[in-house]
């Protein structure tokens, strides 16, 4: 089977050109794709654990840690100790941080928009379903058992 043929091929090559086109973007804002998508998972009002962040986006200890860090220094966060738990930290976004989560929020929105008015309805319901079913299937184990 040619590497073409497989699912896993074009998963993997289709997040890579959208990784490459949201970091693109981003580094004219002199940030990252992956500093976009932490800004995106901070609570705006209430901040977010940071052991909470690195699980919500699948992400690394290590690799969130120094994310984080180079955000910090960046002013887009702050870190505070969590009120309830003081043995937890709580990160924040600076008024910087709300700035650029904007910028963030809308590649999003403009990436989705453009792949939605260049796929029908009917043929994007059929790539969701398709796409949770691998999910599935791999979080089920129904794979390799």
């Known amino acids: 089977m040619k590497p073409e043929e497989t ?3 074009h998963i993997k090559y289709t997040w890579q050109n959208i990784a490459r086109m949201y970091n693109d973007l981003a580094s004219g804002y002199g940030s990252t ?6 800004l995106l998972n901070i ?12 699980p919500k986006m699948g992400m690394e200890a290590t690799s969130l840690s120094r994310i984080l860090k180079n ?5 887009l966060i702050c870190r505070k100790k969590n ?8 990160v924040f976004l600076t008024d910087f941080g709300k700035e650029k989560r ?12 453009a ?20 999910n599935e299937l791999i979080s089920n184990r129904k794979i390799y058992s």
């Open 102 to 113: 904007e910028d963030a929020k809308k590649a999003v929105i403009d990436f989705n928009e």
């Open 115 to 134: 792949v939605f008015s260049q796929i029908p309805e009917q043929k994007l319901a059929i790539f969701f379903e398709v796409i949770q079913k691998v």
């Open 83 to 90: 009120p309830a738990d003081g043995r937890s930290v709580l």
């Open 33 to 38: 794709m992956a500093m976009g998508y932490v």
């Open 7 to 9: 699912i896993d091929f």
């Open 71 to 75: 955000m910090e220094a960046k002013d």
């Open 43 to 54: 609570d705006i009002e209430n901040g977010t654990p940071s052991t909470a962040l690195g």
